[in-house]
């Protein structure tokens, strides 16, 4: 339906992808145009009022208006429309083996793993929010630098390659079940997104930082991945792991508002540094929570939020150093290796559960409290040596 007279033509059109049929639409000073499919009901007349500039919708049979819509609410509601379809989510799914972008075509599709291809479409290409999924069976290997979408899932059995191109960024939900790899970085620049899955991500790249987080995400309870790089936590922002996350190397903070949180029955295996005093917090007095030093060489254990762990765990080989008098709510496990009060600063232990050592304790010159309010038991099958020993209990009993 066109309308003569046009005297002024005011046109919004948009190149993304709808899911409506009105793909066009010009809002005129005196009339409106529409291309697309607009239905006026049988028996029943659209009119525009010039001097209100005000549409009416009248039935034949009763010359009276019955309704009358402004045409400004109308021009917000279709840009609503239109936003709204803007920022449509499409998951594209990979198909075979090859680089993200390149050619042959129908390498992704948007129905499923093994389903109709997309011809030369894929993620990314034309909006950052678009998911991704790497297919089992497939690997594919990022070609485009610079290249951002939303959720990325790797299905068990799938390879995603970031060999070939720089700063890949996700911005919404991480899943790994298969292997994330390469010799480049991986970028979390959401806000409030999760991780999860129990695959391998093996990033390492020698010149940058490898999984970079640079918004607050949480990891989440069904979660047991291992991560053989370093993981690099943004200034202000705060990882929570609620499942188990082994990472080989460093967890390593910009600033002091760098933060990792051990939540509740959640467990941190680390190979290298963890955080510091100065780049980095750590919370890990959350209930049933464990952090496990695991290095086979020397390491340092950081001194958490007020200096207080749940459950401690010391694995691996080498000397595991105390860098500050440390309570233990829960228990002390030493499964190898050797666990050092520091023989300049003498640093002392609360524990508050219980007391399990099949490696090498060093009391050095500090004193260890069992203080417990319940039943406290101590385990060492070689005989144990304490410089200082204090029992505080105001009930329950310590069993040797």
């Known amino acids: 339906m066109i309308f003569s007279r046009l005297s002024k033509v005011k046109a919004c059109i948009s190149m993304a992808k709808f899911n409506i049929n009105i793909w066009l639409f010009l809002l005129i000073m005196k009339k409106i145009v529409f291309f697309g499919n607009l239905k006026i009901n049988s028996g029943t007349i659209l009119t525009l009022s010039l001097a209100t500039r005000r549409f009416r919708h009248t039935p034949?049979?009763?010359?009276?208006?019955?309704?009358?819509?402004?045409?400004?609410?109308?021009?917000?509601?279709?840009?609503?429309?239109?936003?709204?379809n803007l920022n449509a989510q499409t998951t594209y799914y990979s198909l075979s083996t090859g680089d993200w972008g390149t050619p042959p075509n129908d390498k992704w599709s948007t129905a499923s793993c093994g389903g109709a291809g997309a011809g030369d479409d894929y993620p990314g290409k034309s909006s950052t929010t678009d998911n991704a999924v790497i297919c089992s069976g497939t690997t594919i290997t990022i070609d485009i630098n610079n290249l951002t979408i939303t959720d990325l899932t790797v299905e068990s059995g799938a390879v995603l390659n970031l060999s070939n191109a720089n700063n890949f960024t996700v911005l919404g939900n991480l899943v790994v079940n298969g292997t994330v790899m390469g010799s480049r970085d991986l970028y979390l620049s959401g806000g409030g997104t999760t991780i999860d899955g129990t695959g391998y991500i093996d990033i390492n790249d020698p010149s940058s930082k490898d999984l970079v987080i640079n918004g607050n995400v949480s990891v989440l309870s069904s979660a047991n991945l291992t991560i053989t790089e370093d993981i690099n936590i943004a200034s202000g922002v705060t990882v929570t792991n609620n499942g188990t996350i082994t990472?080989?190397?460093?967890?390593?903070?910009?600033?002091?508002?760098?933060?990792?949180?051990?939540?509740?029955?959640?467990?941190?295996?680390?190979?290298?540094?963890?955080?510091?005093?100065?780049?980095?917090?750590?919370?890990?007095?959350?209930?049933?929570?464990?952090?496990?030093?695991?290095?086979?060489?020397?390491?340092?254990?950081m001194n958490p939020s007020s200096s207080t762990y749940y459950n401690l765990t010391i694995?691996?080989?080498?000397?595991?150093?105390?860098?500050?008098?440390?309570?233990?709510?829960?228990?002390?496990?030493?499964?190898?290796?050797?666990?050092?009060?520091?023989?300049?600063?003498?640093?002392?232990?609360?524990?508050?559960?219980?007391?399990?050592?099949?490696?090498?304790?060093?009391?050095?010159?500090?004193?260890?409290?069992?203080?417990?309010?319940?039943?406290?038991?101590?385990?060492?099958?070689?005989?144990?040596?304490?410089?200082?020993?204090?029992?505080?209990?105001?009930?329950g009993t310590l069993i040797l």
């Open 315 to 395: 694995s691996g080989g080498g000397i595991k150093y105390l860098k500050a008098n440390t309570i233990i709510d829960g228990n002390l496990t030493i499964n190898s290796g050797t666990f050092d009060c520091d023989v300049t600063n003498n640093y002392t232990i609360d524990v508050k559960g219980s007391w399990n050592n099949s490696g090498t304790f060093n009391e050095q010159q500090g004193t260890v409290t069992f203080n417990g309010t319940s039943d406290q038991s101590f385990s060492n099958s070689s005989n144990e040596t304490f410089y200082n020993l204090t029992t505080n209990k105001s009930s």
């Open 60 to 84: 034949i049979r009763d010359k009276r208006p019955k309704a009358s819509i402004s045409y400004k609410l109308i021009l917000i509601f279709l840009c609503i429309i239109f936003a709204v």
């Open 247 to 301: 990472v080989n190397t460093d967890i390593l903070g910009a600033d002091a508002t760098s933060t990792w949180t051990n939540a509740a029955n959640s467990t941190l295996k680390i190979g290298n540094a963890l955080l510091n005093s100065t780049a980095g917090t750590l919370n890990a007095s959350a209930s049933g929570n464990t952090i496990e030093y695991i290095s086979s060489t020397d390491q340092d254990i």
